[in-house]
């Protein structure tokens, strides 16, 4: 009796055959909807945190925290339904040869490439709508690359734990129903947006929103920026009367008339500085290497899940 052997491709050879299908679908299947989504939301931040962002300490808070939050949100929809929305093909191709490694392998490349253009577009839309961007520069010569390499790299994290979620998740409604859980806690577990009880700070190490935030937070010089929240309080009681007199009222006078207000300003600023957020090149390579690290974790486990698919009976 003649012995037949059936030969599999290569590892190589199969991540270009899924690259192919994940770009066909690309085109076909209206998988670049992503891109005018993060148009639109890059849009909508730019309008209402844009104006102050890189020019105050509050508004430069606000404004990197949104930032990571377009990131964080782009990358969870590219792919969060990308694995189990085929998860039945995916375990009848595993058992006929398909090395789960060459399978993540080219979700890898073709989520760079999406990240890559949503990074594009969001900085485009915001350089529209005239939103300032930081001039100075850490790591590259250029200071939009430093800044765009932080945003792809908080993008690119998120878009590789939902990669693991849509991994774990039988179904596409149970992907989208873990999705807004996930969302919330990168959204309060930031790190800085939002004051957390101190026992609860290490658990903002496990977020991509938490390194995000610092890095563009150092990036745009943040401890260099006026403070105004403080002079801004202070404007609301210009009108107390003490016996029959407005002392803050006139005070304030004396200071716009003398010019004082924004030397004011910077100091407030000075002493309320948060060294985490030093114009440091350090600072933003470890905010890097931490994303870095979370999305080969992210990987490693997702090609585990993978692998023991066939043992899945759910």
């Known amino acids: 009796m003649t012995e037949y052997k059936t030969k599999h491709r290569g590892r190589v050879f199969q991540t270009f055959i899924y690259l192919g299908k994940l770009f066909r679908m690309f085109l076909f299947q209206n998988d670049w909807k992503v891109l005018p989504m993060a148009a639109v939301i890059a849009g909508l931040v730019s309008f209402t945190v844009g104006k102050n962002l890189f020019k105050t300490m509050e508004g430069t808070l606000m404004g990197t925290f949104a930032l990571s939050c377009i990131c964080i949100w782009n990358g969870f929809f590219n792919s969060i339904q990308v694995i189990c929305r085929e998860r039945a093909i995916v375990k009848r191709e595993h058992r006929s040869g398909l090395h789960m490694t060459s399978y993540v392998a080219a979700h890898m490349i073709y989520q760079a490439f999406l990240c890559i253009l ?23 010569p250029w200071p939009l690359v430093d800044f765009g390499l932080s945003l792809f790299l908080i993008t690119y994290c998120a878009d590789m734990l939902a990669l693991l979620i849509s991994a774990f998740s039988k179904t596409t409604t149970t992907a989208m129903t873990i999705m807004p859980f996930l969302l919330i806690v990168q959204l309060l577990f930031s790190g800085a947006f939002f004051s957390l009880p101190e026992e609860a700070m290490p658990l903002t190490n496990l977020t991509a929103t938490k390194w995000g935030l610092t890095a563009l937070c150092a990036q745009g010089d943040y401890n ?91």
């Open 118 to 140: 949503q990074v594009v577009i969001t900085i485009g839309v915001c350089l529209l709508m005239k939103v300032q961007f930081p001039e100075g520069s850490l790591i590259t």
């Open 224 to 314: 260099s920026k006026p403070m105004v929240s403080v002079w801004n309080n202070a404007l609301k009681m210009k009108d107390v009367e003490v016996e029959g007199e407005k002392p803050l009222l006139t005070l304030f006078r004396e200071i716009e008339e003398n010019n004082m207000r924004d030397d004011i300003l910077m100091k407030t600023g000075e002493l309320n500085q948060n060294h985490d957020y030093d114009f440091d090149p350090k600072i933003v390579v470890k905010c890097w290497g931490w994303l870095l690290m979370w999305t080969f974790v992210y990987v490693m486990i997702t090609v585990l899940l993978l692998e023991m698919i066939d043992l899945d009976k759910r």
